[in-house]
């Protein structure tokens, strides 16, 4: 049986900037595609192509962030792979909705006999804790292979074998645990991405939706610091990582 301990987040697509000739930016600094296409969207709304402040992109995006401007941000889409998150953690993510798509394993669909688990925050690191909490799982995952079977005999007589099986796993699924690991695409413009962040990185979100949130937040500050350096990582008093953003809800 295959656990996790940890979720594992993958940058799968990113911005791609195409700028027209006609209006051409005076760049300052380094950045990236998504980080420019926020600035030339900002700056279309002024026309202020020729950066009269002299600002390098990142000054610019901080002052867009202060200004609580953030729709420029939403033009910036970041897909993340999310894998080695529970199926509870998934269930809160996709309540955000606005900015988002999502695309996330079917457990109508795919036999989930060899699925892995996530053992949660709070368990790791307590071995007793932790070997309970496996047989518990262990023992979900058998009961789910015997009612895929007994259903499979039951609905013998539908003809459609992928219909049968369809019938059989999401009846079965439902003795699966909460903790049973999905897999998940997420897309998200960056002013959403920050509102999730914020809402999740905090230290009254679930341990585990945090510890993903913390997960994409780096990935996330790695790829385009000029959206997402305002959030700082620390170590809360729960000996848990959180993170504290200086722009609310931009
Ligand atoms: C610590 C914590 C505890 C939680 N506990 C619970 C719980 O016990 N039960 C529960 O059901 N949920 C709970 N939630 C989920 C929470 O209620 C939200 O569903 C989730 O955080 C998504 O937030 P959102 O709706 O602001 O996000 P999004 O849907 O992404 O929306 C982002 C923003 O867009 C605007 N917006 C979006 N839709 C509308 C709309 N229809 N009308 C007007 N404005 C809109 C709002 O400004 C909103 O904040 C919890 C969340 C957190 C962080």
């Known amino acids: 049986m295959e656990i996790f301990r940890a979720p594992r987040v993958f940058l799968i697509a990113r911005p791609e900037f195409l700028e027209p000739e006609h209006l051409r930016v005076e760049w300052r ?31 610019y995006l901080e002052n867009i962030k202060k200004q609580g401007h ?5 033009h910036a889409v970041y897909v993340l792979l999310i894998e080695g998150i529970s199926r509870s953690c998934s269930h809160e993510l996709v309540r955000h909705r606005a900015g988002f798509g999502y695309s996330q394993l079917s457990q109508r669909y795919v036999d989930e006999s060899h ?14 804790l932790e070997s309970e909490w496996e047989r518990h799982v262990a023992e979900a995952q ?25 019938m059989a796993r999401e009846a079965a699924r439902s003795v699966l645990p909460n903790a049973t690991e999905v897999k998940i695409v997420v897309s998200g413009n960056a002013r959403a991405w920050r509102t999730m962040l914020e809402l999740r990185c905090g230290e009254g979100a679930e341990l585990e939706i945090r510890r993903m949130a913390i997960a994409c937040l780096r990935v996330l500050q790695r790829e385009a610091p000029a959206l997402f350096s305002d959030f700082e990582i620390y170590v809360a008093d729960d000996k848990q990582e ?3 953003v200086a722009y609310h809800k931009v």
């Open 29 to 59: 600094g380094d950045a990236t595609a998504g980080e420019r296409l926020a600035e030339f969207a900002g700056r279309i709304c002024y026309m202020s192509q020729h950066n009269p402040a002299s600002r390098t992109t990142a000054e």
């Open 70 to 74: 953030g729709s420029v941000l939403e």
């Open 115 to 128: 699925a892995a688990f996530v053992v949660p925050p709070a368990i790791l690191g307590d071995a007793t």
């Open 142 to 166: 058998a009961a789910y292979v015997r009612v895929v079977e007994a259903l499979m005999q039951r609905y013998v007589w539908v003809a459609d074998k992928g219909h049968r099986r369809k």
């Open 242 to 244: 959180a993170a504290r």
